[in-house]
């Protein structure tokens, strides 16, 4: 049965942190997190507040030339992927995203948290706990959300 998106209006930076920390209280061993949206709409911001929220200290950057960072949480390993700059050619996009492991490590009960990754689903093992789409509105950003866990988030 599919679930309708839920919206968010996300008018402050305190907003945007509140979601990754939300998000942070109903992922769990083995998620599956999907983030899309325009470059610069936020999504290593929320991330870094959802990382946190997971007991991460010390710096968390942008995975965006490394393509995944991991870090320690008491919860579970969190792999933090950025796929842009391997995006194209659907075929070799997807080799890429094998070569690079998560879903191998998703099974092996990581948190997989991917930017541009909507394209990769199936790569990555399928079935999202979270998808996580930002944009621009007259306020601020807007978070849409979606996957099985979707509902859980307060």
Do not use: N
Request: without cysteine; glycine residues 12%; hydrophobic residues 45%.
């Amino acid at each position: 049965m599919a679930v309708a998106p839920i919206v968010r209006e996300l008018p402050t930076r305190r907003d945007s942190r509140r979601l990754g920390a939300a998000i942070a209280r109903v992922v769990a061993p083995g998620d599956l997190v999907v983030m899309s949206g325009e470059l610069g709409s936020g999504k290593t911001f929320v991330t870094r507040a959802l990382a946190r929220a997971l007991g991460v200290r010390g710096a968390i950057a942008s995975p965006t030339f490394a393509l995944v960072l991991e870090y320690a949480t008491s919860r579970a390993p969190l792999l933090h992927a950025d796929l842009y700059r391997i995006r194209g050619d659907a075929e070799a996009f997807e080799r890429e995203v094998a070569r690079l492991g998560l879903r191998e490590r998703r099974g092996e009960g990581a948190i997989v948290l991917v930017e541009w990754g909507e394209e990769a689903v199936s790569a990555l093992g399928g079935d999202p706990a979270i998808l996580l789409s930002l944009s621009s509105g007259d306020r601020g950003r807007i978070a849409t959300l979606g996957g099985r866990r979707a509902g859980d988030i307060v």
